[in-house]
């Protein structure tokens, strides 16, 4: 069996399991299997990051500018846009399908074991995403790495990946999301994701809400941990745009980094790129040591970030961001006018039932001039009629389209009759990962064909 198909097996397998969506406060049983493995987490540092928005884009920038220092890393992120080996990275690419093959080797027969435990005790077997995270942390001891970027599935405290032990907590935007998991108000939200904090580390975080940042400097003071925030000890002190992205001026914990080159686009990336940099001064010189302008500026320049304001089509100018809540929505609606020259934009929009597409809405919006809604492919996708409908409640104009192929042409064509008009996508990750695949299919860096 080739290497491939061995990688599709281990899929086939998660995919038997309870699903992402299927959530328990429980990290204990992700521990006995971890246990069982000899806790392979504990062979190399670790940067976890957990927040609402800008997890993945910041954790992206961390992990190129700690593997510009010369350092072998693991990145977990998710959820993946096309192939799930996205999701576990070694030294900046996708996990090599004989690699994660192996991990699933060595891991099965303790799969076993701790299932037969936890049907014994009455309880549900492994999930999806508990045992998505023990073989990305078998996989990074196996490369082996020096620093693995854990992104947080959900939550924090009680989260799988919360079995490792944070040296650098990067704490990303909080606001309202999931709250029937982790509450209703953000001080509940951030008492669940400032679980991630551990003993005696380092805490950086971005401009916070009152309530989240109160949160975040007493859990971080009860475990004798630093704690810096973007816009007092840090932040983003300058951004200009240029040509693929932006020219930034960071204030870091240990320096000024002067009009180093970020290829992505939008303000918020600006300062998701702030809470990277502090989070690496924090890991490799306790927020003393400057990053060298060289690996400042190769760190940086190799930062990507798939599905985030990430550009599809030229003739016209097409889009994508996933912006699959409202605060999203409402950093890619000012991201619109503020790095890019358009006087119209079409949005092609797909939400998930279980988001709140009303707020989504509210946003965007109002930064387009038609929106052609249509629905991701997932059984979780929310009916496009009733996105229109919300559309339309807002006072804007919507036409539906049964597939994002169908939409997407129908939104380029309308574009494509003026240099003034451009394409976005959004609403979803599923969609977002969708439209690469078109774009690439349909070759729209190539220009319209009607």
């Known amino acids: 069996m080739s290497d491939r198909k061995r990688a599709d097996a281990v899929y086939d397998a998660l995919l038997?399991?309870?699903?992402e969506r299927w959530v328990q406060p429980r990290k204990e049983r992700t521990a006995r299997i971890l246990d069982l493995l000899d806790n392979p987490q504990r062979t190399y540092r670790v940067v976890?990051?957990?927040?609402t928005n800008g997890k993945t884009s910041t954790a992206r920038m961390i992990e190129s500018l700690l593997r510009a220092h010369g350092l072998r890393t693991g990145l977990f992120t998710s959820p993946h846009l096309d192939r799930f080996t996205e999701r576990i990275m070694i030294d900046g690419e996708p996990i090599d399908d004989g690699a994660i093959a192996d991990a699933w080797d060595e891991i099965e027969l303790f799969v076993g074991m701790v299932d037969d435990e936890l049907e014994?005790?009455?309880?549900?077997?492994?999930?999806?995403?508990?045992?998505?995270?023990?073989?990305?942390?078998?996989a990074a001891a196996d490369a082996p790495v020096d620093v693995l970027v854990?992104?947080?599935g959900m939550g924090g405290e009680w989260d799988s990946t919360n079995t490792a032990d944070g040296d650098v907590a990067v704490f990303a935007p909080i606001d309202i999301d999931h709250a029937d998991r982790l509450g209703e108000t953000i001080t509940e939200i951030a008492q669940v994701k400032a679980g991630i904090i551990k003993e005696g580390a380092a805490v950086v975080s971005a401009q916070q809400p009152a309530e989240a940042a109160l949160v975040l400097r007493r859990i971080a003071a009860e475990k004798n941990a630093t704690i810096a925030f973007d816009g007092e000890e840090f932040g983003l002190a300058e951004q200009k745009l240029?040509?693929?992205g932006q020219?930034?001026?960071?204030?870091?914990?240990?320096g000024t980094y002067v009009e180093e080159y970020l290829p992505i686009y939008g303000a918020h990336q600006g300062h998701n790129a702030a809470l990277a940099v502090a989070a690496v001064e924090s890991l490799i010189g306790a927020a003393s040591q400057r990053i060298a302008d060289d690996i400042m500026a190769d760190g940086l320049q190799g930062a990507t970030s798939p599905g985030r304001l990430q550009l599809l089509g030229i003739a016209p100018t097409v889009i994508v961001d996933a912006a699959h809540n409202p605060h999203g929505a409402k950093a890619l609606a000012q991201a619109l006018d503020d790095s890019f020259d358009f006087d119209e934009w079409g949005l092609v929009l797909g939400v998930l039932a279980d988001k709140d597409a009303a707020g989504i809405i509210a946003h965007l919006a109002p930064a387009t001039a038609h929106v052609f809604a249509t629905a991701p492919t997932s059984e979780r996708a929310n009916d496009a009629d009733a996105i229109a409908d919300l559309v339309e409640q807002t006072g804007h104009r919507a036409t539906v389209h049964?597939?994002?192929?169908?939409?997407?042409d129908a939104a380029r064509e309308w574009a494509a009759s003026s240099d003034r008009?451009?394409?976005?996508?959004?609403g979803s990750v599923v969609l977002a990962g969708e439209a690469i695949v078109l774009a690439e299919e349909d070759d729209w860096k190539s220009g319209w064909r009607a």
């Open 150 to 152: 854990l992104e947080v």
């Open 402 to 408: 049964a597939s994002l192929a169908e939409a997407a």
């Open 120 to 138: 014994a005790a009455d309880d549900a077997p492994l999930t999806f995403f508990e045992l998505l995270t023990v073989l990305a942390f078998v």
């Open 16 to 19: 038997a399991r309870a699903g």
């Open 421 to 426: 008009r451009a394409v976005v996508i959004a």
């Open 48 to 51: 976890h990051i957990t927040g």
């Open 242 to 244: 240029a040509v693929g």
């Open 247 to 254: 020219l930034l001026t960071v204030r870091g914990l240990a």
